[in-house]
């Protein structure tokens, strides 16, 4: 390498740090500016940093005013080239950036969707993917908030009407008994006891529910016979059945079947009394309930409770098992459920509309299913379990 090369190479390495130097306090000055001016910066910087070196080598080459002037023409042209890509790819990135600030913002506080550019690198448009992901999962578990606020509302609205009216009937009773104004006082005792029954039932109910929604610790789970407690709830119900004239009858497997699943007796017990209750108070006298249990070919275990109640209308199908719908709109709550429910499950009339909520509520805790379909005259009821996977 000779004298000429060496002092060129110098003159470039000179210029080239100076510039680097200045580019970087300059950088440093604006690092908490727009990530616009930075790019633009930083694009600026090495073009100038070339355009000095280069202007200071061609001096010290003693090459001709026409070719110096082409040459810083040239580079000229090829900075105002890189300042113009700098310019864009800034505006690209700020974009993306105001587009994140924005949705950034709006989370928690809208959920509605917000409009964005599209035309961002990549790198910012996976992130805007996912601030709309994230804001579809909070604008979901925003509308399940409020539709539990207003269950909740709406129960404690219409179990305090359900509760008010049988103890205006206590009152009334007790005063009447207070003032020796009822000469049958064994029947007005009974009356009483008949509404503290209703009213314990209510509450069992309630109480029921709330243990459900609340996710309890595991309880202890073992085999049931799903035939056999079918037949066991069908027997303690035969004298609800014939005081309202209804006929109630269970058919299960002629083999030694016992269709046991893997659960909680009471629970199950429960569940399926809700549901044969529900049947008989629905049919009109002289109709039929029916309990069927049996195993599907995929081995799960069914059982399914066919009544008379008419029929429920195909729009409230999907709504049957909410929450505090009994079967008359002026007694249900606006974001209630359809047709034929239930009440207590003690068995007595009225109620206040939980008992086939308890009944889905102990189904899916049993990893089951439950749903209700239209036949001709009334509707089924069905329950399916998976089966005991092991030696009961």
Request: glycine share 10%; proline share 4%.
């Amino acid at each position: 390498m000779n004298r000429d090369q060496v002092t060129i190479l110098a003159l470039t390495a000179g210029w080239t740090l100076i510039v680097a130097l200045l580019g970087a306090a300059v950088l440093w000055r604006f690092r908490r500016k727009s990530l616009r001016i930075t790019i633009i910066v930083a694009g600026l910087v090495p073009m100038l940093g070339a355009l000095a070196a280069v202007t200071q080598s061609v001096q010290a080459m003693f090459i001709s005013a026409h070719d110096s002037l082409v040459v810083l023409w040239t580079l000229a042209f090829s900075g105002v080239l890189g300042l113009a890509m700098s310019v864009l790819l800034g505006h690209w990135i700020s974009t993306g950036s105001r587009d994140v600030g924005r949705r950034l913002r709006h989370l928690g506080t809208s959920y509605e969707p917000v409009e964005g550019n599209a035309n961002v690198p990549a790198e910012l448009a996976a992130i805007t993917d996912e601030l709309e992901m994230t804001r579809l999962k909070l604008a979901a578990s925003n509308d399940r908030e409020r539709a539990l606020e207003a269950s909740r509302r709406e129960l404690v609205a219409f179990m305090s009407h359900d509760l008010r009216t049988p103890l205006a009937g206590l009152r009334a009773v007790s005063e009447g008994l207070e003032d020796g104004v009822i000469d049958d006082v064994p029947g007005a005792l009974r009356q009483m006891r008949t509404t503290v029954d209703r009213m314990t039932g209510l509450v069992d109910d309630l109480f029921e529910l709330s243990r459900l929604s609340a996710a309890p610790p595991p309880r202890r789970r073992s085999a049931v016979s799903l035939r056999e407690l079918a037949e066991d709830v069908v027997g303690e119900s035969c004298e609800h059945a014939r005081s309202e004239g209804v006929a109630l009858s269970v058919a299960t497997p002629s083999d030694d079947d016992r269709l046991a699943v893997h659960g909680d007796a009471d629970e199950l017990t429960r569940a399926v009394s809700n549901l044969v209750g529900n049947a008989i108070r629905h049919t009109e006298r002289g109709g039929t309930v029916k309990v069927m249990v049996a195993r599907e070919d995929d081995g799960r275990v069914r059982l399914a409770v066919t009544d008379g109640c008419g029929g429920i209308p195909d729009d409230d199908l999907e709504r049957v098992f909410d929450i505090g719908w009994r079967g008359d709109e002026q007694r249900t709550p606006a974001n209630g459920v359809a047709a034929t429910s239930t009440g207590s499950s003690s068995g007595g009339g009225g109620g206040g509309g939980l008992g086939l909520a308890i009944a889905r509520g102990v189904v899916e805790s049993h990893d089951g299913e439950i749903a209700v379909t239209n036949i001709p005259g009334g509707c089924t009821f069905k329950i399916e379990l998976p089966p005991v996977t092991t030696p009961s």
